[in-house]
Nanobody, 121 residues
């Protein structure tokens, strides 16, 4: 049970920033491993950043140093701060609840509908 809803996507120029939010309801995301995944047209959904229930974080190599995953415990919300955006960062971003601290989409049992990010060069 539970629901995830992403927001904060949009269209930016290369070098710009966006902050994505993922609001959780029906469960406490603070007690779960969570992740941000991206899916571009014609490609499979792939992990961008993950956070464990203890707060451990990991990033895809392509975004390390530019993206930051975090959570607001009081708002039951997950964030993804994206800086220095590149055209290859474009896609639909999904947040997911993980049964484990994992990069595998099969380890995630709840997904939001996604939010679109477009980056123009």
């Amino acid at each position: 049970q539970g629901q995830l809803v992403e927001s904060g996507g949009g269209s930016v120029q290369a070098g710009g920033s966006l902050r994505l939010s993922c609001s959780a309801s029906g469960f406490s995301s603070n007690s779960e491993s969570m992740g941000w995944f991206r899916q571009s047209m014609g490609e499979e959904r792939a992990g961008v950043a993950i956070i464990s229930f203890r707060g451990d974080t990991a990033y895809a190599r392509s975004v390390k140093g530019r993206f930051t995953i975090s959570r607001d415990y009081t708002k039951n919300t997950l964030y993804l701060q994206m800086n220095s955006l590149k055209p290859e960062d474009a896609g639909t971003y999904y947040c997911g609840r993980g049964r484990a601290y994992s990069w595998l989409t099969s380890d995630y049992d709840l997904w939001g509908p996604g939010t679109q990010v477009t980056v123009s060069s």
